[in-house]
């Protein structure tokens, strides 16, 4: 029976290619091991994806990588994992509550209350295995993306890029819209910083549409979009998306995607009317710290 000795990559970089080409052949599929950083979900991984992380830990039985577990953020009191990989289904029993056990303890130290994983629902075993470690199923979302060569010559509508002049009323549109969200929490200056854009939508004079978009690369990322909800029932929402894939197309991006719980009706018939298509489904699978 193997014995297995747990690893940080910052202890060991010179395993960084071998865990880039273990998840970079975990690509969307049925042994889809989907990416803990949501910009970069379906894209092949690279090396500022594991820098992005909390941490990426490694099982190694002698030389060989039995097992690769990295953790995501995603809030000041919950993680998002990417993985557990582990490519031989046999080594699962003991190479699972390693992994799992070490980062618990981990998120323990860092006052984290728990941890989630983005499960591709065609990846089966990947599920199973988690359930049997305690995770509980939560929510599915889509992902879906949407090619933008076609919008390049698109107008922006009445749709503009924030200045920083507008953050305060920006930043009024997205909390009201989404209250749990901490994209706000700190300043947008510091989100645009982080690789953030951020669009506004006025109607007579008052912001009334806000959205966030994430930096990722030839493909880019709506985080948040919203209509003020004193100003719903207009069909606003439409223009706001019209104009930021228009604006993102001019900035030579050759694709936009995002992430929309199953349930939200409204936001993918806005979505599929706008020309999205579904990439893959996926479940959210949650588990105390």
Known sequence: MADYALVDLDQRPDLAPRVLSMFAAAGPGPGHVVCGIPPRMGLEPGAGDLAATLGVLIALSGRRIAGVLAVCPYSAEQVTLWGPLIPDPREQPRVLPLL???????????????????????NRTLRAWLLAAGFQPWKDFHCYEHELVGHRHADLGPVQVAARDDFEAVAR??????????????????????????????????????????AGGRRSWLKLIGIDPAARGRHLSRALLAGILAAEAKLNHQRIGLEVFADNRPAIALYERAGFLRAWTASLLVAPA
């Open 173 to 214: 549109v997205l909390q009201a819209c989404f209250p749990d969200s901490d994209h706000c929490r700190v300043s947008l200056v510091q989100r645009e910083n982080e690789g953030y854009r951020h669009y506004l939508l006025r109607d007579g004079g008052q912001v009334v549409g806000a959205a966030a978009v994430q």
């Open 100 to 122: 799992v056990q070490e980062v618990r303890q981990a998120l323990r130290e860092g006052n984290y209350a728990s941890m989630r994983a983005p499960v591709d629902q065609r």
